[in-house]
Nanobody
Framework: VQLQASGGGMVQAGGSLRLSCAAS????????MGWSRQAPGKEREFVAA????????SYADSVRGRFTIARDNAQNTVDLQMNSLKPEDTAVYYC????????????????????WGQGTQVTVSS
């Protein structure tokens, strides 16, 4: 599976951005897609994930209520709508795909994600 992320940029605090990730290749093997981020000097952290077939979604506590993940199975894309952005959201955002899924939203962040996109920079200024 190949993943291509787009939509990053620079925005002021309180603004919005929409990230998109397009999957190609063996897309039939995808069962979960998600987004992670990595800020300078920090470890990569989970942001959100969505089951590819059932649509169950999971969010990190830090973004819940502000970010929304959505999938389009026909287009093989997953979007991350980010509202009310904060400077601490500044990071490189990566989309990822997993061949497995879970019926429990709490477990989506712990799945084995074996396909990763190239990352897109999001910068939120105060």
């Amino acid at each position: 599976v190949q993943l291509q992320a787009s939509g990053g940029g620079m925005v002021q605090a309180g603004g919005s951005l929409r990230l998109s990730c397009a999957a190609s290749g063996r897309t039939f093997s995808i069962n979960t897609m998600g987004w992670s981020r990595q800020a300078p000097g920090k470890e990569r952290e989970f942001v959100a994930a969505i089951g590819w077939r059932g649509g169950i979604a999971s969010y990190a506590d830090s973004v819940r209520g502000r970010f929304t993940i959505a999938r389009d199975n026909a287009q093989n894309t997953v979007d991350l709508q980010m509202n009310s952005l904060k400077p601490e959201d500044t990071a490189v955002y990566y989309c990822a795909a997993s061949p497995v899924t879970s019926s429990s939203r709490d477990w989506l962040r712990y799945l084995r994600y074996d396909s990763w996109g190239q990352g897109t920079q999001v910068t939120v200024s105060s």
